[in-house]
């Protein structure tokens, strides 16, 4: 079957550095998604990887290995407003995205 | 707008009742996606449509059906809801399907069937 792994939930202080990582088991693979969706909202692009390697924007980066089937999004200067599920989705063999179930941050003073 | 509309933002219909969430687009993207959302689960696909005049079943389609009869609108029918069905859906679009371009989300209808 598809499957999609990520944590629960995780905890960050402000200012610091989280590691968000997805592991994914699935038919073929066209591509790797982060959304960000804060608390009753829509989800919203974040990121897209499709080969290994690093993918920096601003204060995100998204990492890939294939070979490993593991992601990872670091949120680097965590703020307040980057409290929010952060989701995994990665695109099958038949190009429909499979959805992890996110990963709620939450951010402490 | 610019974007996805949708409508109602929310919603509590007794079961039994039929019942079509509206979903516009105005970016004059080619595929339009209908997820659910429930608590500790990912998104969940309910049907697409990959253009206008197409369409086609995802992962939980039973109980939901859809039309696609020009490029803007995709409407998701419930026939006969039931409690089952309660959850936020999503309606998305990207400019084509597949999975190599990131999708477009409206803000989500909260759906409670008593």
Redesign the interface.
């Known amino acids: 079957g598809q499957n999609i792994d990520q944590p629960t939930e995780m905890t960050a202080t402000e200012g610091a550095i989280v590691q968000i990582n997805c592991t994914y088991q699935t038919s073929g693979f066209n591509g790797l998604f982060w959304y960000q969706q804060h608390a009753g909202e829509a989800p919203t692009f974040l990121s897209y990887n499709v080969l290994d390697g690093l993918e920096e924007k601003g204060r995100f980066s998204s990492f890939l290995s294939r070979s490993k089937g593991y992601s990872y999004l670091l949120l680097k200067e965590l703020q307040m407003k980057d409290s929010a599920s952060y989701l995994c989705a990665v695109g099958d063999s038949n190009y429909q995205l499979i959805w992890g179930a996110g990963t709620k941050l939450i951010i402490k003073p | 707008i610019a974007g996805i509309t949708q409508a109602p933002t929310s919603q509590i219909l007794a079961a039994g009742r039929r019942m079509t969430l509206r979903c516009t687009q105005d970016m004059r993207h080619n595929a339009m996606y209908w997820y659910r959302q429930d608590l500790?689960?990912?998104?969940?696909?309910i049907h697409?449509s990959n253009t206008a005049g197409t369409t086609g079943k995802?992962e939980v389609p039973d109980g939901y059906s859809v039309s696609r009869a020009n490029t803007d609108d995709f409407p998701l029918t419930l026939a006969s809801a039931v409690p089952s069905q309660t959850s936020v859906y999503?309606c998305a679009s990207s400019v084509e399907?597949?999975?190599?371009h990131?999708?477009?989300?409206?803000?989500?209808t909260r759906l409670t069937v008593v």
């Not at chain 2, 399907?97 to 190599?100: E, Y």
């Not at chain 2, 990131?102 to 989500?108: A, E, I, M, R, V």
Request: glycine share 40%; no cysteine; net charge positive.
């Open positions: 500790g689960l990912g998104l969940r696909l697409y995802g999503f399907g597949g999975a190599a990131g999708y477009t989300f409206g803000s989500g």
